[in-house]
Nanobody, 115 residues
Framework: QVQLVESGGGLVQAGGSLRLSCAAS????????MGWYRQAPGKQRELVAT???????IYADSAKGRFTISRDNAKNAVYLQMNSLKPEDTGVYYC?????????WGQGTQVTVSS
């Protein structure tokens, strides 16, 4: 069992930046995918960005050019640098790690972008 703990959310004005962190309690090498999802009020959870291998990542169209996902394998951590934030980026951001037979989620961190 791996636990994922997110941090770094908060309230920011439109145009600002935040850096989210996800710390895993175990090695992240075994996961096929590791990344970030978000859920806005009244909406379904959606992909923001995720690693599809140790070096490759995919992004939601809404995140391209503004968000950057990165990882530190030595620290078992994944990060999401979010720049040029918009009010529509508001939501709860969840860290996710998927293996062949596993699917772990963190508890989420709230990001609120004011206009």
């Amino acid at each position: 069992q791996v636990q994922l703990v997110e941090s770094g959310g908060g309230l920011v004005q439109a145009g600002g930046s935040l850096r989210l962190s996800c710390a895993a309690s175990g090695s992240i090498f075994a996961f096929n995918r590791m990344g970030w999802y978000r859920q806005a009020p009244g909406k379904q959870r959606e992909l923001v960005a995720t690693f599809t291998s140790s070096t490759s990542a995919i992004y939601a169209d809404s995140a391209k050019g503004r968000f950057t996902i990165s990882r530190d394998n030595a620290k078992n951590a994944v990060y999401l640098q979010m720049n040029s934030l918009k009010p529509e980026d508001t939501g709860v951001y969840y860290c996710n790690a998927k293996g062949d037979w596993t699917d772990y989620w963190g508890q989420g961190t709230q990001v609120t972008v004011s206009s």
